[in-house]
């Protein structure tokens, strides 16, 4: 898959940021990404916000963001009979 490619975008330094996900090369939180397009922004207006980034930097956000929900354990909760 394409967007996967971009991941090595994405790096982790307990240094930077606590650890969190960032941007390779930058202080911007795959978090922060997400978050803005949360909010309504457009890539664009986030390009505009983080002037450092990259529509690349913005799709292996995504990518990143995508992976770690398709990985995510989903336990069914129990039915509970009164």
């Not at 795959?30 to 309504?40: M, N, P, S």
């Not at 529509?55 to 995510?72: G, W």
Request: glycine residues 6%; hydrophobic residues 45%; proline residues 4%.
């Amino acid at each position: 898959m394409k967007a996967r490619k971009g991941l090595n975008r994405i790096v982790m330094d307990e240094k930077v940021m606590t650890g969190k996900p960032i941007i390779k090369g930058t202080r911007v939180t795959v978090e922060a990404i997400i978050g803005r397009f949360a909010e309504g922004l457009t890539a664009t207006e986030i390009l505009n916000e983080y002037p450092k980034l990259t529509e690349k930097d913005i799709r292996a956000a995504l990518a990143y963001a995508a992976k770690l929900v398709a990985n995510e354990e989903i336990i069914p909760k129990a039915e509970i009979y009164a």
